[in-house]
């Protein structure tokens, strides 16, 4: 048989032995159900049995065994129902009619009693992981009247478990670390595994754990389940993951016990236990000396066999640079070294560099403290390299007068070629820096003319650009900047500070101030400004004003009567002379006008007007331009207003006969008679202005290019009407020249029977005057209206 099967025969056979050994008592002896419940220990209790007429005998049974709890085997399935147990009472003597009823957890469903004997079966197979106990109550009653003929006692079924369930690891797959070469017996992770037999009764959960695979490196605690590193010196760069399978298995671990299994991936986390190593013990670079200041010359790197931040380092020079010559700094992202420039290479000075780098981790060592370290030599060589032209100083200032005449030498810049070749330079201003052309310079030895004036006043700097390029080679440029002052000299007169207008009070009293007068000058002397004011000299002994100096190189204007009137002079002008300390000083004559005004008493002004004094009546002369504005408006709005009424009075119709284009023409006359209805579709009318039924615009430019169409033609006999209509209609529709307005289109179709003709005066050539209509009379009845209105229109222009 197999294994597994001989496992269950077993433990079901020992289950069946169990149950048999606590059964046997119960159908042995006759146990009776009591008034109240027994105790687990047996005891005894209070029977009663009837006497007849419902007298009762109290006395006391001893039990004869611990009735209240039974047992069944799970997951049993066997042909026919499993029996439990016997209930049975002393009642139950065979002469009286007695039932047992079973009620409670599972009563009539998974459990069933026999009525007469007291037989509980299980009816269905039990689980214990699902329930592991059911609580029920028993009674004895009559058969015949349903009476109770005991209490109801309590007891409990228990499912006695049997081990079908394996252990499961719910948490499963695990993942864990470790730092790598951790001590033996160092722990790893735990894992735990759950069996849903009952820990209770047997083994059937307890668990013993066990590897399957991952030995020898780990180990695991049968009991505790923690695993554990068991091989020394596990080095991650040798190996970084292992893969553990753990076993658990419950009955202890004996042969018939089942099991569960689960992984366990441990990874080795990296510690600081490899030195950097350069690939290289010695580097060699060749630099241009012309290399740009922080440009990289070379490249090293020292590889370590860690991970994270245990495999970075840190470089630096610890050798050969003296001069401070070079910097490294580390690539965060690749973990090299660049080596940079600090300071330009000179290839004439010195031509090799050997230096000394050493590559730091930037975690220490675990055990001993100190990080790990390595070095190498890095042997730099310069390469000479044609270099522009060097000027002796980087910015020159330079000043000059504001007065120096042309080709005037400012300055000199030099510069030389560096090379050993010792190339000749030539000078040159950037036009960029100079655009007005303001210096010259000499292309052999650098010196700086004034080619144009110069004016402080106007630029007080020049900032030019001066280049140096080799006579050998015109691409080796090299730049200067030249600061160009002007210095100053007195060449600018002072002058008034604004344009001054003074306000003098006809109250105003003798000694008033007018007005404070300063000046400002263009110039800018070492010493400062100080202004001398006079009056002109034929302005000396003025009647009306004078002047005081304020010792801040200012002066007031004041009055010397107060009999100023606007009636006799309203506006006074004070020339005045300021004078600067320049050497040679230097001098300008400005005009105060001072103007008279109306004060209030408080010396306010009022009106600076003779106006005030023009009208007798208080007027100013803002009042009469407004009132003289309301008049002239109300002019503008008769004059409309009479305008409007005009042209609405105007008639409607155009007087002009030339211009047909809205003039209707009305006929209230009866027509020719039968014989003519076949023309009364169409109105013979035709433009008497008109050359074939062409109608110029007269709104827009006439299109040289279209000819109007040939003269109008009368539809021959028995051409549809409508046809004709509608040819006349589309080709008016896509003439460009027709009106944008309403106007007659020409038809010249007659019809056809009309002894009459035409009927339009429109095509007659002569004149009104020289048309006789008596003929009209001649055609009968039906025109003798006609004719008569024609008659009457001829005697009345007689008349």
Known sequence: MPKRFEEMLLDLWMSLLLVWITCVPCMSMTPIIGQSKSTQTGGSAVVASGLGEGQRLLSRAKRGWVWNQMFVLEEFSGPDPILV??????????????????????AGTIFAINELTGDIHAMKRLDREEKAEYTLTAQVINADTDEPLEPPSEFIIKVQDINDNPPQFIEGPYRASVPEMSAVGTPVTRV?????????????????YSILEGQPYFSIDPNSATIKIALHGMDREM??????????????????????????????TDINDNPPKFSKSLYEFVIPEDLPIGKM????????????????????????????????????????????????????SKRAYTLKVEATNIRSEPNSGVPFKDTATVKIVVEDSDEPPV??????????????PINTVIGTVTARDPDSTGSLVRYFIDRHTDLERQFNINVDDGKITLAKPLDRETDMWHNITVTATEVRNHSQISRAIVAIRVMDINDNAPEFATEYEAFLCENGKPGQVIQTVSAVDKDDPIQGHYFDYRLVPEMLNNPNFTIKNNQDNSISVLAKHDTFRRQKQEMYFLPIIVTDNGNPPMSSTNTLTIRVCGCSNDGIVQSCNVEAYVLPIGLSMGALIAILACIILLLVIVVLFVTLRRHKNEPLIIKDDEDVRENIIRYDDEGGGEEDTE???????????????????????????FMPRAGQHSGPNGVDVDEFINVRLHEADN?????????????????????????????TASSDSDQNYDYLREWGPRFRRLGELYSVGESDRET
């Open 239 to 268: 190996k970084e993951e292992y893969l553990v399978v753990i076993q658990a298995k419950d009955m202890g671990g004996h042969m018939g016990g089942l099991s569960g299994t689960t992984a366990v991936t441990v990874t080795l």
């Open 679 to 705: 023309a009364f579709d169409i109105a013979t009318l035709q433009n008497p202005d008109g050359i074939n039924g062409y109608l110029p615009r007269k709104d827009i430019k006439p299109d040289l290019q």
């Open 85 to 106: 147990g016997r209930l049975h009472t002393d009642l139950d003597v065979g002469n009286r009619n007695v039932k047992y009823v079973l009620a409670g957890e599972g």
């Open 297 to 348: 010359g070379g490249k090293v790197k020292a590889n370590d066999r860690d991970i994270g931040d245990n495999a970075k380092s840190t470089y630096s020079i610890i050798e050969g640079d003296d001069q401070g010559m070079f910097e490294i700094i580390t690539d965060s992202q690749t973990q090299e070294g660049i080596l940079r420039l600090k300071k330009p290479l000179d290839y004439e």
């Open 192 to 208: 735990t595994a759950t069996d849903a037999d009952d820990p209770v009764y047997g083994n059937s959960a307890k668990l013993v």
């Open 735 to 763: 003439d460009p020249t027709a009106p944008p307005y309403d106007s007659i289109q020409i038809y010249g179709y007659e019809g056809r029977g009309s002894i009459a003709g035409s009927l339009s005066s429109l095509e």
């Open 391 to 404: 000027f002796s100083k980087p910015m020159y200032l330079l000043e000059v007068n504001e007065s120096a």
